[in-house]
């Protein structure tokens, strides 16, 4: 167990780097077993999620190697084997591996993803298209098992029932190498769809249609890669350090970003009155005065994302009036809330909706990460706050953020993660 100190008040100014998209390299590492060739990418961020599935490669005698934002992964001497369930349970992402094996092997056996409890996140329409493709599933006490016959996987017309990333991501996954063309229509439009289907494609994959809600993949037999594949920005963490840089800057520059990545969310600062400037791939945020409330939705891209509705919250407190969120994606993520009025935010939760009224100062207090974005907004609001605030299952922030302690020290805040160990300081 981690936990991140950080001593409020600290006015923040300079630059900083935005790493490569969780949300991608998530996905991209499990894809990266469906190829017939070593893989290597680039820009990848130094996250716990990321550890975590390199050991889950390993068990399945994938090679890998991590340093200075390459990773490099060897699948040619593949095994089939057992996965760590320890691993397994402690990412959700990890179910993108039910579709890489399948599409490997034509047989896949996982236990149940974990990850963050955000409310129900449930499989049924990976499990749907995985049945359109010819394959059998079998879920017995969080086992979820998934056979062929002889005849393989076959191409088929899937209609996903909901918008969904990972259901996308993994029928994909799945279809690369079936026989014959999988067209998925109601599929999810988000860049990091874009990005898997590029690495595809890039080493002889037929997928077209990225980005829109209609993909179709033509299988093919042998996937080899011939470039390191670099992964795109990250906008979660992007708007992240622009919410902060409007709560607490005096003048901070974000590099690497894809505004057209961050539309909605950006769109929304503007309305509330940030200064913000932005650049081909650059923004710069000035001090934030004379805030005004507004309403935030969240939707599937292009919309608002669930992952920035928790970072938002902090910089709300600042605004005049009252503002509303209404998170239709995961109506229960709320575990931010009850943290936040610790520290003496004035924030409810109503119906539907989170009410997130002016709040002239908050106070550090001891309050717990209950999931990545959760902390994320602890961590802003720590920084808004008088005095010191301890958050623990800081290892939650770890999984989504890479050189937290790094990046917030080099904007000029005080903080650190400890652990029962030792102490890491900058």
Do not use: C, W
């Not at 929304?268 to 939705?297: C, R």
Request: no cysteine; glycine share 8%; aromatic share 4%.
């Amino acid at each position: 167990m981690k936990k991140m100190i950080i001593h409020g008040g600290q006015r923040l100014s300079g630059s900083v780097n935005i790493g490569g998209a969780k949300n991608s390299t998530v996905a991209l590492i499990p894809a990266a077993i469906l190829a017939d060739t070593p893989v290597k990418f680039d820009m990848v961020p130094d996250i716990l999620d990321v550890h975590n599935l390199m050991l889950i490669l390993e068990s399945m005698n994938v090679h890998s190697r991590f340093v200075d934002g390459v990773l490099t992964i060897d699948p040619t001497e593949i095994v089939e084997a057992p996965m760590p369930s320890r691993a397994i349970k402690s990412l959700r992402a990890s179910y993108y591996f039910m579709g890489a094996l399948l599409g490997r092997f034509g047989r896949a056996t996982l236990t149940f993803p974990g990850g963050d409890n955000i409310g129900p996140r449930p499989i049924d329409q990976h499990i749907k298209a995985f049945k359109a493709l010819g394959a059998e599933v079998e879920d017995s006490h969080g086992t979820v098992r998934i056979t062929t016959g002889e005849a393989g996987l076959h191409g088929a017309r899937i209609f996903l029932d909901v918008v969904s990333v990972g259901a996308t991501i993994n029928t994909i996954l799945a279809a690369v190498k079936a026989n014959g063309l999988t067209t998925i229509e109601n599929a999810a439009k988000e860049p990091e769809i874009i990005d898997i289907a590029t690495f595809l494609n890039n080493m002889g994959a037929h997928v077209r249609g990225a980005g829109t809600d209609v993909i179709r993949i033509e299988g093919v037999p042998v996937l080899r890669a011939t470039n390191v594949h670099t992964i795109i920005p990250d906008r979660i963490e992007a708007g992240t350090y622009l919410a902060m840089a409007a709560a607490m800057g005096d003048g901070v520059e974000i590099h690497n970003i894809i505004p057209e990545h961050l539309e909605s969310f950006t769109a929304k600062l503007i309305e509330m009155g940030v200064d913000l400037q932005i650049g081909e791939d650059s923004a710069y945020v000035g001090p934030s005065k004379n805030l005004k409330a507004i309403q935030v939705k969240t939707l599937p891209f292009p919309g608002f994302a669930t992952d920035l509705q928790q970072p938002i919250t902090p910089l709300l407190l600042m605004a005049k009036g009252s503002s509303v969120i209404v998170d239709t994606i995961y109506p229960q993520r709320l575990k931010h809330v009850p943290e936040l009025k610790k520290m003496g935010a004035k924030i409810r939760p109503e119906k539907d909706m989170i009410i997130v009224d002016h709040t002239d100062h908050l106070t550090g207090a001891t309050v717990d990460a209950g999931e990545i974005r959760a902390g994320a907004a602890l961590m802003i609001a720590a920084l808004m706050a008088d005095g010191t605030t301890t958050i623990t299952s800081a290892e939650n922030i770890l999984r989504g953020y890479g050189s937290i302690v790094e990046k917030l020290t080099a904007l000029n805040a005080d903080v650190k993660i400890e652990d029962t160990d030792r102490v890491e300081e900058l």
